[in-house]
């Protein structure tokens, strides 16, 4: 069964600190994983995406990485603002159809307190 | 931030009565999507339209209907409202076919009372 699996649930940092959110996956054939941040209340906005071939991505602040071989990947984020708080969701999506099916992970839930 | 727009953004209703949650974007994206989403829980696809009169089935069986008579818009419809789908209704839109970036629209948040 394809799942994704996010961890941990919840994570409260202080602002400027850096943190490490987890995402593991059973997704195949895998096509490409992304990070998605949503804002309560809002739609994900996608802040990072990796295929196959690529082991780490950043986007200003955060940093992604992806082991295929293991099927993890970790979303790093450096001197953490309070704009960080938010959940965030890793996003798989396999090859296996035409439509691109994405798999969604259930989020971390990240505050980042002043 | 993307051309993807959701009305309402929120709604209280009475149990039995019809809602549309619409749903526009301006890029000319070919396929749409209906996501639903609890608190804390993953998003899950209700409907999804690879273009104009294509509509499909998503993974999680819904009372909703859609349709897809332009391009650009892509309404969910409940013809009788139940507690049971007080959730938050989100819709994206991408380019074309295959693993290519969703967009997503603000949500709807949906309360049946």
């Known amino acids: 069964k394809n799942q994704v699996e996010q961890s941990p649930q919840s994570l409260i940092i202080l602002e400027g600190k850096n943190c490490t959110l987890q995402?593991?996956?059973?997704?195949?054939?895998?096509?490409?994983l992304r990070w998605y941040k949503q804002d309560t209340g809002r739609g994900p906005v996608s802040l990072t995406i990796?295929?196959?071939?690529?082991n780490t991505k950043s986007n200003g602040r955060y940093t992604a990485t992806l082991d295929a071989d293991t099927k993890q990947s970790s979303l790093h984020i450096t001197a953490s603002q309070l704009s960080d708080s938010a959940s965030y969701i890793c996003v798989v999506s396999d090859r296996g159809s035409t439509l691109g099916r994405l798999y969604f992970g259930r989020g971390t839930q990240l505050t980042v307190w002043p | 931030e993307a051309d993807i727009y959701q009305t309402p953004r929120y709604l209280v209703i009475g149990t039995g009565k019809k809602i549309t949650l619409e749903c526009s974007q301006t890029m000319g994206h070919d396929k749409m999507y209906w996501y639903q989403q609890d608190p804390g829980m993953e998003l899950h696809l209700i409907h999804y339209?690879?273009?104009?009169?294509?509509?499909e089935k998503g993974d999680l069986s819904s009372e909703s209907t859609v349709s897809r008579i332009r391009t650009e818009h892509f309404p969910l419809t409940l013809e009788s409202a139940r507690p049971s789908h007080t959730s938050q209704y989100l819709c994206a839109s991408s380019e074309r076919t295959g693993g290519e970036t969703q967009y997503f629209g603000p949500g709807t948040r949906l309360l049946v009372l």
């Open positions: 339209s690879y273009g104009v009169n294509s509509t």
């Open positions: 995402c593991n996956y059973t997704v195949s054939p895998f096509s490409n």
């Open positions: 990796m295929t196959f071939s690529e």
